[in-house]
């Protein structure tokens, strides 16, 4: 029998539980000491049921939409759910519980009422030191830092000295590592407090009624927008540069998808194995990446973000493969690899679902991992040197989105120039828009960044960057985007360009500088049928150059002139789609021979995503 519940007062559940988690994010905002978690706002906080389900997630990291939900299930079988007492505060950042690096530290609090548990509380966040190599490549977990089993760092309301004192002990800037676990376990006990208030007011049941009744409402939206999918088995493919071990080994991102009635099966099975360098990432970030991609195809603007979103998917995810990694494989750089299969899942739905699907984006964060030593203090700095955003895909109907972050960290902010220049030994040189990065189409990619960065002292440089070769698709005769891209200038020297975007233990020292350019996304169909007038703008806004304009687009501008002759501009456009096969008729198991790109490249413009023309490259 089906327990009805006051649609008024679900309501008001639904918009306290979303209340909730925005007031922690604001409380860890406001008490964190690093940066990243203050200015990036690297981390995502939670509520969650009795039985670890996700009941309300804080806008922030989408790749932690699982992880954090898993986390909390290890934990009550870790410790026993008996075990776990008023007060308590547990901790872990064991990268194959959390499926992420061990920077990523969660605290977990139970809410009790009438003796029982009956919710829990939750933050995961970025430190920016945990110990461990800073320089380089690691081949291990070990080498990477501190690890932390499930642990209480609070028992029954007291701290648990021990454990604090081995975290101070293992970390490079204790009072900052300190000073955000503090603002954490602040962020969690706070929605403790807000979660028992609403019990409170409107009673348990209702609470627990309304908050089973809404995952019930968000999984009917959910099957209803896969029942709109014809019933099918859709797959693709798509390739990273390497591993950063292997220099020039692609590492292949397959997919399928079988779309059953009201029910989706992503299938990772053909998912690379996991790799020698520290591109791995744990269960939880292989399952948070089908969930990404399926919440953004059936309900993106539904909240709280809760389970029943995730009712109607199953996931099928052997171990041991790039995104299910286990023990001791390195995950340092965890985050890269999971973007592209979101991508890919909707690259696999294109031909079915043109209209809900975007083409493949940047899908690197482009941040270098910088440290060194403050010259007025001496002290050890250690800083996430990038952040800068990068282009979208575009989708039927819409340009793609430029200078917005990669969607691992979806709400995640760039550091302010400002602030990076008031606490660390640089200066920013230049932060804009990147020209031509952004994929030809009917609907242009959006358009990546660069930023060029000069040190005012010595300290050490590394890129960890992917798809430089391996560019963002475009779709339906869209271009793909501008590779992303590393490098360096010694003192007035020309850039050094480095074969991939791995660069690694590089010392800068005063007057060098590192230069991060983010690609561009793919494209939407031709370029040819873009309207004049937005070619026309997008030129003398300085978006795109004449040579785009020219070659991608086709029109013809007014002698000396940054102004189209429309009427020349439409008769070229005809001559040239003429010339042009039907990109229906195009075997999609061929590639375009003319191409300047490896074989793994070319694959990425194949199978529903091929452009036609060699024009801009």
């Known amino acids: 029998m089906t327990t009805r519940h006051d649609p008024v007062i679900t309501e008001i559940i639904r918009n306290g539980l979303v209340a909730i988690t925005e007031e922690m994010k604001t409380n860890l905002l406001r008490t964190a000491y690093s940066m990243i978690i203050y200015e990036a706002q690297d981390f995502t906080v939670g509520l969650f049921d009795a039985n670890g389900d996700t009941v309300s997630i804080g806008i922030g990291l989408p790749m932690f939409i699982r ?14 759910i008996e075990n776990i007492h008023p007060g308590d505060v547990l901790v872990t950042n064991d990268a194959y519980t959390t499926g992420s690096h061990l920077n990523h530290v969660t605290f977990v609090v139970p809410i009790f009422h009438a003796g029982a548990i009956v919710a829990y509380s939750a933050c995961m966040a970025h430190w920016a030191d945990i110990g461990g190599q800073l320089d380089g490549m690691t081949k291990d977990i070990y080498s990477e830092g501190l690890q932390l089993p499930i642990l209480k760092a609070w028992k029954r309301g007291e701290p648990n000295q021990d454990v604090l004192d081995i975290i101070r002990l293992n970390v490079r800037i204790p009072e900052r590592a300190m000073g955000d676990l503090n603002a954490q376990v602040a962020a969690v006990q706070m929605g403790a407090r807000r979660f028992s208030q609403l019990i409170d007011r409107y009673g348990r049941d209702a609470v627990l009624g309304g908050i089973r009744a809404i995952m019930d409402h968000t999984e009917a939206i959910a099957r209803e927008q896969v029942r709109a999918i014809p019933d099918g088995t859709y797959e693709a493919e798509s390739f990273m540069d390497d591993d950063g071990v292997e220099a020039g080994r692609r590492i292949r991102i397959k997919v399928k998808v079988i779309v059953a009635g009201d029910r989706m099966t992503v299938d990772l099975s053909d998912v690379s194995q996991q790799v020698k360098g520290f591109y791995n990432s744990g269960e939880a970030a292989g399952r948070a990446c089908c969930q990404v991609a399926f919440k953004c195809l059936t309900s993106p603007l539904e909240k709280p973000i809760n389970e029943g979103s995730f009712r109607a998917l199953d996931i099928i995810l052997p171990a041991g493969k790039v995104v299910s990694a286990v023990r001791p494989s390195p995950m340092r750089w965890w985050m890269t690899f999971p973007m592209t299969i979101v991508d890919t899942i909707f690259k696999a739905l294109a031909p079915v679902i043109p209209d809900r699907v975007i083409a493949g984006h940047h899908a690197d964060l482009m941040s270098a991992a910088l440290n060194g030593m403050m010259p007025e203090t001496g002290r050890i700095f250690i800083l996430s040197g990038g952040l800068i955003g990068g282009g ?43 020209q031509d990065s952004g994929g030809a189409g009917t ?88 309207p004049l007038e937005q070619v026309e703008r ?19 501008l007014k002698p000396d002139s940054e102004a189209l002759d429309y009427a020349a501009s439409a008769e070229n456009r005809r001559k040239l789609k003429a010339s042009e096969p039907e990109f ?32 801009c490259f």
């Open 584 to 615: 229906a008729a195009i075997d999609p198991n061929v590639a375009p021979d003319a191409l300047p790109y490896d074989p793994a490249d070319e694959k990425l413009f194949t199978a529903g995503t091929a452009f036609l023309r060699r024009c």
């Open 538 to 556: 997008d030129l003398q806004e300085g978006y795109i150059s004449r040579r785009r304009a020219l070659g991608c687009y086709g029109v013809v």
């Open 67 to 80: 992880g954090m939900s898993m986390t909390v299930k290890a934990m009550q079988q870790h410790v026993g």
């Open 392 to 434: 979208w895909g575009a989708k039927h109907g819409a340009d793609g989105a430029s200078a917005t972050i990669a969607i691992n960290d979806g709400d995640t902010h760039n550091s302010p120039v400002e602030q990076t220049e008031a606490k660390y030994p640089m200066v920013i040189e230049r932060y804009g828009l990147r």
């Open 443 to 530: 609907w242009q990619g959006g358009f990546g960044t660069e930023k060029v960065v000069r040190a005012v002292s010595d300290f050490m440089f590394n890129a960890q960057v992917e798809r430089v070769q391996c560019r963002p698709w475009g779709l339906y005769g869209g271009h793909p985007g501008a590779g992303n891209q590393a490098t360096v200038r010694v003192g007035n020297q020309p850039e050094m360009r480095f074969p991939t975007g791995k660069v690694l233990a590089r010392h800068l020292k005063s007057g060098d500088a590192y230069i991060l350019r983010s690609g561009g996304g793919g494209g939407y169909g031709s370029p040819l049928d873009r």
